[in-house]
C-alpha cells in the first residue's frame, strides 16, 4: 500500500495505521559466537538465522537489547572499522549489553541453548609443573567449587563455562584478556624466566 493510498484509507479516521505495528514480530533469540577478535552476538530468528528486526514491535529487556543494537548498527554505517568490517557487536566493545542478555533468556550458546549468569566469582589462576624434561603450565579459573579449564573470556570481567553453559563474573583479566590462552602451554625448563615475564606483563598483576 502506498503512502497516499494508506491516508486515503485513513482520512475518515484521522489517524494513520502504524505499519511498524502491523508486521509480524519474529521469536528473536541472540547466538553467541567467537572469533579471533572476541565474543560477538548476532540477532538470530528461532531457528538460528540472523534477522533485522525493529525494537520498537518488542517491549521491555527485547525493546532495550535491541534499540541498543540498533544504535551500534547505526553508529556503525557511518564509519569505516577496519578491524571489524562486518560490523559484529563485541561483548568486549559493547559490555553494558550482557547484563541484559543474560536477563533476558535469550542469549544461546553455540548448541542453541540457553545461557545463564553463575553466582560466583572467580579468579584466572596460571598454575606451572615439571612436565618431562619441560614444564606444563595450565591456566584455570578458580572460585568457590570452581576449578575450570574450559572457559573463554567474553571481556575482561566475565567468562564463558562451556561445559555448564553458564557465564561466570571474573576478577579483571585486564584488556589483553584474549591473550591467557596462550599461556597454556609447555615450555622448557630454560624459559621460565621468559615465560613469567610475558606473564606479569600482560595479566601478572590480577593472578
Keep these: ?36 577478535k572476541g565474543a560477538f552476538i548476532e540477532v538470530a530468528d528461532k531457528s538460528g538465522k540472523p534477522v533485522t528486526t525493529d525494537y520498537r514491535q518488542y517491549s521491555g529487556t527485547l525493546r532495550s537489547i535491541l534499540k541498543s543494537v540498533e544504535q551500534i548498527q547505526q553508529k556503525a554505517a557511518f564509519a569505516i572499522d577496519w578491524e571489524n568490517p562486518e560490523n559484529r557487536i563485541y561483548l568486549h566493545v559493547h559490555p553494558y549489553l550482557l547484563d541484559s542478555l543474560l536477563y533476558s533468556g535469550k542469549l544461546l ?65 585486564g584488556p589483553q584478556f584474549g591473550s591467557v590462552y596462550a599461556f597454556g602451554s609447555k615450555f622448557g625448563k630454560a624459559d621460565i624466566q621468559k615465560y613469567l615475564s610475558l606473564l606479569f606483563s600482560y595479566i601478572g598483576n590480577r593472578l
Design 109 to 173: 550458546n553455540k548448541k542453541g541453548n540457553p545461557l545463564t549468569a553463575d553466582k560466583s566469582i572467580a579468579q584466572l589462576t596460571v598454575e606451572i609443573k615439571p612436565d618431562g624434561d619441560g614444564l606444563w603450565a595450565t591456566t584455570y579459573l578458580k572460585g568457590d567449587g570452581i576449578h575450570e579449564t574450559d572457559f573463554y573470556f567474553i571481556n575482561e570481567n566475565h567468562a564463558l563455562l562451556e561445559d555448564k553453559e553458564t557465564i561466570i563474573e571474573t576478577h579483571s583479566a
Design 1 to 36: 500500500m502506498s503512502l497516499f493510498e494508506q491516508f486515503r484509507k485513513n482520512k475518515q479516521t484521522g489517524y494513520i495505521t502504524d505499519t511498524v505495528r502491523q508486521k509480524k514480530v519474529v521469536d528473536i533469540s541472540f547466538p553467541l559466537s567467537f572469533d579471533e
